[in-house]
Every structure is written in structure tokens, then in C-alpha cells.
């Protein structure tokens, strides 16, 4: 699979990028394609074989949450990194459907994905419960805000607001939706919305 995955060269999109510092971090993306770098870059190494994805399923998020890293990807794929092993090892979730992200704040962890769904662990992903987002479409980024907050948005453009760590999800009131592949906080009352449409601030 590594040589077949040398030969092929960069073909396949990459979908997501973490770093957990200026020199340590990993690009996922289609097909299992998975790279981490410890120089900041210069130079990357390929992570199939360490990864618990023997159907080569999409990956679509990498990100650090209650205290590790999780990989989300196509068919209720959820990986959480085993540093001292250097593996992703898969976890079991209620769902089969693709989470596009993880999102968490303080000991817990939320994937997100296809048609509203989300779930919530605090115990590193060994048991899940749905939490009630009280929407339908895709769910397709997710950000960490203060003070226990968490911040989800959907495809369609809404943003869902947590205050209790992700337990319970409301609507936020919006002049206009921007289809969002990825959120980020600025400031206190407001967040940067990026997607097909550009870039936006909602206040």
C-alpha cells in the first residue's frame, strides 16, 4: 500500500491540516491519506500502515479534543491517536454515517456530521450519547470556546452555540446564512465563517 501510494503521487486531496506545535502536525484526507511531519513541514511521512482503516475510507478531520486526537472520517470512522505507540487506533460510535469533524472542550469529545448528527463522549470515546442539534443538514465544522463553550455549523449555513460543554446545542439568531466549511471565533461576539461563498463575519 505505501508503494502504491508513492507511485500514484499527489493525487488525492487532502481535507484537513492540525498542528500541535510549529513542528509537529498531520494532513488527512481522501482515501486514508494520512502525513505527519516533525520539522514543520520540510519533509513528511506517510501514515497509512498506522492507521486502524483497512477499507482506505475518507478522512475528513483531524483535531485535539478532552485531552487527545481524533481522526473522523467516511462511515462512522472515528480514530483517536495512541501517542506512546505512534497509531490511530478506531473507536466505536453509535453511527455509520460520515463525521466531517471533532470538535470537544475541557474532558469531552464531539464528532459531527451527515444529517444533524453529533454525539458526545468524556470518557476518550469508550461510550457516546446523541446530543439533540436540532437540525438536518450536514454539520461541517466545529471550534472550542471559552469557558466550556462549543461552537457547530452546518452546510446550510446555521450556527449552533453550547454552553454547558456541548451537552445541549441552540440556534444563534443570523442575518443571513453563510454555508460554512469551517468557523473560527473572533473576538468575544463575533466568528469568521468560511465556505464556497468566501469568507464572512457573523456578529
Do not use: C
Amino acid at each position: 500500500e505505501a508503494e502504491r501510494f508513492a507511485a500514484q503521487g499527489a493525487e488525492n486531496p487532502f481535507l484537513d491540516v492540525w498542528f500541535a506545535d510549529e513542528q509537529s502536525g498531520f494532513v488527512v484526507g481522501a482515501f486514508n491519506l494520512i502525513l505527519r511531519t516533525t520539522d514543520g513541514g520540510k519533509n513528511w511521512e506517510p501514515w497509512l500502515d498506522r492507521t486502524a482503516n483497512p477499507q482506505a475510507l475518507h478522512l475528513y478531520a483531524i483535531r485535539p479534543a478532552g485531552g487527545d486526537v481524533y481522526v473522523t472520517g467516511e462511515q462512522g470512522l472515528v480514530l483517536r491517536l495512541d501517542a506512546g505507540a505512534g497509531r490511530l487506533r478506531a473507536l466505536e460510535t453509535p453511527y455509520r454515517g460520515s463525521y466531517f469533524g471533532v470538535t470537544g472542550t475541557g474532558n469531552a469529545v464531539i464528532v459531527f456530521g451527515l444529517r444533524g448528527n453529533a454525539f458526545r463522549s468524556a470518557d476518550g470515546g469508550a461510550t457516546w450519547h446523541k446530543i439533540d442539534t436540532g437540525v438536518q443538514e450536514g454539520l461541517t465544522a466545529g471550534v472550542p470556546l471559552g469557558a466550556g463553550g462549543v461552537l457547530l455549523a452546518s452546510q446550510a449555513g446555521r450556527l449552533l452555540v453550547s454552553t454547558d460543554g456541548g451537552e445541549h446545542f441552540a440556534p444563534l439568531k443570523l442575518e443571513r446564512a453563510t454555508p460554512a466549511a469551517a468557523v473560527q471565533p473572533l473576538g468575544t461576539d463575533a466568528v469568521v465563517v468560511a465556505g464556497a461563498r468566501g469568507v464572512r463575519v457573523q456578529m
